[in-house]
């Protein structure tokens, strides 16, 4: 069974880098033809695709957020992380780590719980 579990400080500050690191069990990020992804929710509003790696570790991004993140894994520990810089209250969101064959995909196949970010001083 394929596990994906976020983790990552609850509350940031703003202009600060916000670092999440999702870490799957059951199996391989190396998985051909998998994009693992990271996708968002902000409180009253609609899911957000941030970007993703591919299993080649090719990455991704959102051309709206693009400037501002970066997706990196770590194949040894099988985990990928998000770091999201300058952050502002208006990231403040549940943020998602989700795996799919399809990329920029809001409703993937698979996604963890969610962990709940909060930017504020």
């Known amino acids: 069974q394929v596990q994906l579990q976020e983790s990552g400080p609850g509350l940031v500050k703003p202009s600060q880098t916000l670092s999440l690191t999702c870490t799957v069990s059951g199996a391989s990020i190396t998985t051909n033809y998998y994009y693992w992804s990271w996708i968002r929710q902000p409180p009253g509003k609609g899911l957000e695709w941030m970007g993703a790696?591919?299993?080649?570790?090719?990455?991704y991004y959102s051309p709206s957020l693009k400037s501002r993140t970066s997706i990196s894994r770590d194949t040894s520990k099988n985990r990928f992380t998000l770091q999201l810089s300058s952050v502002t209250p208006e990231d403040t969101a549940v943020y998602y780590c989700?795996?799919?064959?399809?990329?920029?995909?809001?409703?993937?196949?698979?996604r963890g719980q969610g962990t709940q970010v909060t930017v504020s001083s």
């Open positions: 989700a795996r799919d064959r399809v990329i920029r995909t809001t409703t993937p196949a698979l």
């Open positions: 790696i591919a299993y080649s570790g090719t990455t």
